[in-house]
């Protein structure tokens, strides 16, 4: 089955400016998750969904940093305006949960984003 | 609000199994044990879980204490490409915010030769 798929893999913006990351979540896959991962740390949960809802986005910056998503199925993830210190790597993952036990979360290869 | 603590780092020689350990003592009857594991530069991959039962896969095994306070993963022969962060999460699926993937900071595995 095709994985988690997630667009750009790199990006570099200047500080000020806004940015957006892609996500399209294994099909079927009810919840989706943005992590953010910063250099030697491990990932901070931004937003979690489940179909269209949101489940938790209580560490989720919402002054600058906003997610959406799109009938339950793609995902965007943005950042307006940029600070240096967003400088990381956004994760998305996607996992079945609903009734099934499979609920195990796939993940991405992640969007590295650079503030300069 | 971490939910499990473990150890910063462990080393393994190569082919010897690994244990790593994760203390959840404060779980409630509900939540899961799931691990994952990330592998430098690479999105984190899941690796097993279960909820009271030890639990095994092609990856790994995982035992439970009785209590559930505590679990060890067990990779029952190391390789080189083993070398990752590996994180413990407990977590309820399928109850909104009960059902949130937090990750700590994890075990760093070195596998050496």
């Known amino acids: 089955e095709a994985g988690v798929a997630q667009s750009p893999r790199y990006k570099i913006i200047e500080k000020r400016q806004s940015v957006a990351f892609w996500c399209n979540p294994i099909?079927?896959?009810?919840?989706l998750y943005w992590y953010q991962q910063i250099l030697g740390q491990g990932p901070k949960l931004l937003i979690q969904?489940?179909?269209?809802?949101?489940?938790?986005d209580s560490q989720l910056p919402k002054d600058r940093f906003s997610a959406e998503r799109l009938k339950g199925v793609d995902s965007t993830l943005k950042i307006q305006p940029a600070k240096l210190e967003d400088s990381a790597v956004y994760l998305c993952a996607s996992s079945l949960d609903g009734t099934g036990i499979r609920t195990e979360a796939f993940f991405g290869q992640g969007t590295r984003l650079t503030v300069v | 609000d971490a939910k499990t603590t473990q150890p910063p780092s462990m080393d393994c020689a190569e082919g010897r199994a690994a244990n790593l350990p994760c203390n959840h003592s404060t779980i409630s009857g509900n939540e899961y044990v799931y691990w994952y594991r990330q592998i430098h530069s690479q999105g984190p991959q899941y690796i097993i879980h279960g909820l009271k039962n030890n639990e095994t896969n092609e990856m790994a095994s995982l035992i439970i204490t009785e209590d559930r306070k505590s679990s060890t993963l067990i990779l029952p022969h190391a390789t080189l490409r083993d070398t990752a962060v590996y994180y413990c999460?407990?977590?309820?699926?399928?109850?909104?915010?009960?059902?949130?993937?937090?990750f700590g900071t994890g075990t760093r595995l070195q596998v050496t030769l």
């Open positions: 999460i407990v977590r309820v699926p399928n109850t909104g915010t009960a059902s949130k993937l937090t």
């Open positions: 099909s079927g896959h009810a919840t």
């Open positions: 969904f489940q179909n269209n809802g949101v489940v938790d």
